[in-house]
């Protein structure tokens, strides 16, 4: 019963908190803060209504100064609901160009300032990489993306796929890294409390100087680093 409740709010929550951001994206179009407020307006309700507890370690992600290449482990749909808290100020998205069809959420996420790329169309995605390239290096933007590339359901972080870093190189920025613990695999949606989260950004790691030649160990290292702070934050959830 808990979770058909829980459905019927998220529900609603989703078209209401869709509206919202239609509503400020037609009043100031591509703004790129219009992301982290679209956010917002899904996560904090979502959060109440999934009684889901958070523990956030992101003082180096929002106090960062300059443009970066966020990269974020990627679990679920929950995900918007659970990071949308830590989006910092003026950060936009990657995403697939098909989910301009979903209604309210695909014409916001357009409105918001976000890059929405064709991956069957080369032609098309290396228009969006020189897109961000110049977003990164010009417009005092950051890019979110999750670096896995799909969801891994809580079952632990998946290989990375190169774009998040090919783009980092080619504007010369630093990567921030962004753990999200293992909430997808242990959430109870007809629980009262759904279950606890913790998220934690790591210190920047930069690329000025590197080529993509650099590239396979930028990813060794970020994932090395992204999989021992996730595990250990699972141990700690664990343990408490």
Avoid at 198 to 214: F, H, N, V
Wanted: charged residues 15%; glycine residues 6%; hydrophobic residues 50%.
């Amino acid at each position: 019963m808990l979770f058909i409740l829980r459905m019927l709010l998220m529900s609603l929550l989703f078209v209401v908190a869709g509206l919202l951001g239609l509503i400020l994206g037609l009043c100031r179009p591509f703004n790129p803060d219009n992301s982290r407020l679209c956010a917002l307006m899904y996560s904090a309700p979502a959060l109440l209504i999934l009684r889901l507890k958070m523990n956030a370690e992101v003082k180096g992600l929002l106090e960062h100064q300059r443009s970066c290449v966020i990269i974020a482990n990627h679990q679920s749909n929950y995900d918007l609901f659970v990071v949308g808290r830590v989006v910092p100020p003026r950060t936009v998205c990657i995403g697939k160009q098909s989910l301009k069809w979903v209604p309210f959420f695909g014409q916001l996420f357009w409105l918001a300032g976000n890059v929405m790329i064709n991956r069957g169309d080369a032609a098309h995605a290396k228009q969006a990489m020189l897109t961000t390239t110049d977003t990164l290096q010009h417009k005092d933007t950051s890019i979110w993306m999750f670096a896995e590339g799909t969801r891994n359901l809580g079952k632990g972080l998946l290989p990375f796929k190169k774009g998040a870093f090919q783009m980092a190189i080619a504007a010369g920025v630093p990567i921030i890294p962004v753990c999200v613990s293992s909430y997808a695999r242990d959430m109870r949606l007809n629980s009262w409390n759904a279950g606890d989260v913790m998220i934690r950004s790591l210190a920047e790691i930069p690329t000025a100087g590197l080529t993509l030649d650099d590239m396979p160990q930028l990813i060794e290292t970020c994932h090395a680093q992204m999989k021992a702070c996730i595990e250990q934050m699972d141990q700690q959830l664990a343990a408490a």
